[in-house]
């Protein structure tokens, strides 16, 4: 493998192996001078809130945790999981170690994080618990631990960030790893389809929803300039200039593909595009490399669920059999769902040379990807 880091960018070699061979891929990442940020951004509190299945959430903690979901930049139905979890939406909880109000602050962290109010008033509550998870998310997005940032995020909730540094992880001690399974159990019940939502689920004043479609062939524009070089043993062997996409990623990589099938819903179909590398995160970090795609739409509250819609993207992260067997993970798009459940996919570049960085389509079962990463949708 080789990287090259110079102002911000960097290339990935990803080995991916799939229905039983092994395909090399290409995947860029490129971040360079940001760009100024598209309504995409705006559009997170729309999809936030459309996404949250508040038939078991007490009406009047709906904005606070929208709110709350807003500033810590992690999934309004995480923090709605984390209350249950913590006071069982309780505003005069008090643990047996002293922990006080919904969001069970001790009150040495209360007078950090409460803004000098009562810590049994709820949505001062929740309001401390968003700034506070916020910053232990954005701590273990930095650290380069292993493991999912949001468990992270929680376990340094629940035994401190300085526990989860010493170990180097979730810690393991009869109580932490349990705490943040609860959640995410918790939060997929409330981020599940098909409840009531207390909050209409319309379109904001200057957040395009994603209103396009996807064409079905291969359109995408920039299949015949430059690409970076695999060698015959799919081995990285650099990229020509030109070969850097409009994207900020590379032309003819997956993401790049991705990225255009995501313009083209926002009925964006030439530049100033409204997705690129540099511009999607809320939090200002790049999309990043296949690996990172799930992570970064829950970083900006788009539906993540294991169900195939067309035009969604098919998530395949590190360790997956059918990704990145250097642990890039591989990302596609879902063109057709059949009767069965499965599901066409389309994508870019999978497989050696000479048949690397070209357009492909396979029939998938809808258990193949890790998950399947949706757009928000006008209601």
């Known amino acids: 493998m080789r990287g090259i880091f ?33 309504d995409t951004v705006a559009c997170g509190a729309f999809v936030v809130d459309a996404g949250l299945n508040a038939s078991s959430i007490p009406a009047d903690f709906v904005q606070d945790i929208q709110d709350a979901a807003q500033v810590s930049g992690l999934p309004a139905s995480v923090i709605a999981g984390q209350i249950r979890a913590e006071s069982n939406w309780n505003p005069k909880a008090v643990s047996p170690a002293g922990a006080r109000g919904i969001a069970q602050f001790m009150p040495g ?41 949001v468990d992270l995020a929680l376990a340094g909730y629940n035994a401190g960030w300085g526990a989860v540094l010493m170990v180097g992880g979730v810690p393991d001690n009869g109580e932490s790893s349990q705490y943040v399974t609860k959640i995410r159990g918790y939060a ?59 994207f900020n990623a590379y032309n003819g990589e997956c993401v790049d593909f991705v990225m255009w099938r995501l313009n083209q819903q926002f009925g964006v179909t030439k530049a100033p595009w409204k997705i690129t590398n540099n511009n999607f995160r809320p939090d200002g970090a790049s999309l990043g490399n296949a690996k990172d795609y799930r992570g970064a739409w829950e970083n900006k509250g788009w539906p993540v669920d294991r ?69 928000p949708r006008a209601a």
Not at 202 to 207: D, H, K, L, R
Not at 317 to 324: F, I, L
């Open 307 to 375: 169900t195939p819609q067309v035009g969604s993207v098919a998530w395949f992260g590190p360790g997956n059999p059918n990704a990145s067997s250097a642990g890039y993970g591989h990302v596609e798009i879902v063109k057709e769902v059949l009767p069965d459940g499965s599901y066409i996919a389309e994508g870019y570049n999978f497989g050696f040379p000479p048949n690397d960085h070209k357009y492909y389509t396979m029939k998938r079962p809808n258990t193949a990807p890790d998950a399947f990463l949706h757009l």
């Open 6 to 38: 110079r102002a911000g960018v960097a290339g990935f070699i990803v080995l991916v192996l799939a229905a039983g061979f092994l395909a090399a891929v290409l995947v860029g990442a490129v971040s360079g001078a940001e760009k100024g940020r598209t």
């Open 188 to 246: 997929a019940g409330y981020a599940k389809a098909g409840g009531t939502t207390a909050v209409p689920a319309s379109t904001p004043t200057g957040c395009a929803a994603a209103t396009g479609s996807i064409t079905g062939n291969d359109d995408y524009p920039f299949k015949n300039l430059p690409h970076c070089l695999l060698n015959a043993d799919g081995s990285y062997a650099g990229c020509p200039p030109g070969s850097q996409s409009e």
């Open 109 to 149: 962290t209360w007078a950090g994080y409460g803004a000098g109010k009562d810590p049994f008033d709820p949505h001062a509550g929740i309001a401390a618990q968003g700034k506070f998870m916020g910053e232990l998310f954005a701590k273990a997005k930095a650290s380069g631990l292993k493991g999912d940032p």
